[in-house]
């Protein structure tokens, strides 16, 4: 018997509601913790302003990637990504991010703890979708650039504060 393939148009099942919604969870601490990186280089001063303020800009080009990346595989799996910010912020349970113009250890402390959060969400993510390679490989991938991010963002405290 030959396996039926869906036809162009039909969108193929989604895996279930919950895994669709950690997914959006997802999607949507990667699209706060874009906006949350570059507002901390816009504001971050003092003597290791350059360091820092240089070390964050890729982290924000690597995070939009992941994003998009999220975004079109809930699109491919029959989900609808929303990336809308009214939607980001009514679901977002955490804290706003507490620092304005604030110093480097400052900043890259609070930093510390939004990637803590991230990484460890992404992790229970992609354990959620361990019936789905595809997304299951994508979730773990993006962990190990956002577990490399985190460990920047210590080694530098560490530096600041050697
Ligand atoms: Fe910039």
Redesign the pocket.
Known sequence: MTARTASPGEKPAPSSIGDMSALQGQLDQLNDLALTLKHA??NVTGPHFFTT?TMI?PQVDAVRDMVDAIAERMATIGGSPDGRAAGILQRRPHDEYPLGRADALQHLSALHEVYARVVLDHRAAARMFEGDPVTHDLLTAQSADLEKFHWFIAVHVQSIQA
Request: proline share 0%.
């Open positions: 280089h816009w303020h800009d």
